[in-house]
Nanobody, 116 residues
Framework: QVHLVESGGGLVQAGGSLRLSCAASRNIFSFVRLGWYRQAPGKQRELVAHIFSGGSTNYANSVKGRFTISRDSAKNTVYLQMNSLKPEDTAVYYC??????????WGQGTQVTVSS
């Protein structure tokens, strides 16, 4: 069993920044991929960013150039730095970890609200 605990969400004005953290209960290099997803009210959960075990990353087009995913192996933590936030970034943000090809774990989510 893996536990993922997100933190860092909150209320911010448009144009502001937040950094989300996701602390894993074990070595993050045991995962093939770590990522952040988000779900806005009435919408499906969508990918925000991935970071793979080798260090490569990918981002949703809507956040490219504004968000950065990173990790700290010493803290078993993955981060999402969010800059130039927009009201449309408002959502619950979820941390995700993929182990092998079949086992996927989710955090409980953290609310991000961007006011205009």
């Amino acid at each position: 069993q893996v536990h993922l605990v997100e933190s860092g969400g909150g209320l911010v004005q448009a144009g502001g920044s937040l950094r989300l953290s996701c602390a894993a209960s074990r070595n993050i290099f045991s995962f093939v991929r770590l990522g952040w997803y988000r779900q806005a009210p009435g919408k499906q959960r969508e990918l925000v960013a991935h970071i793979f075990s080798g260090g490569s990353t990918n981002y949703a087009n809507s956040v490219k150039g504004r968000f950065t995913i990173s990790r700290d192996s010493a803290k078993n933590t993955v981060y999402l730095q969010m800059n130039s936030l927009k009201p449309e970034d408002t959502a619950v943000y979820y941390c995700n970890a993929l182990e092998g090809l079949a086992y996927e774990f989710w955090g409980q989510g953290t609310q991000v609200t961007v006011s205009s």
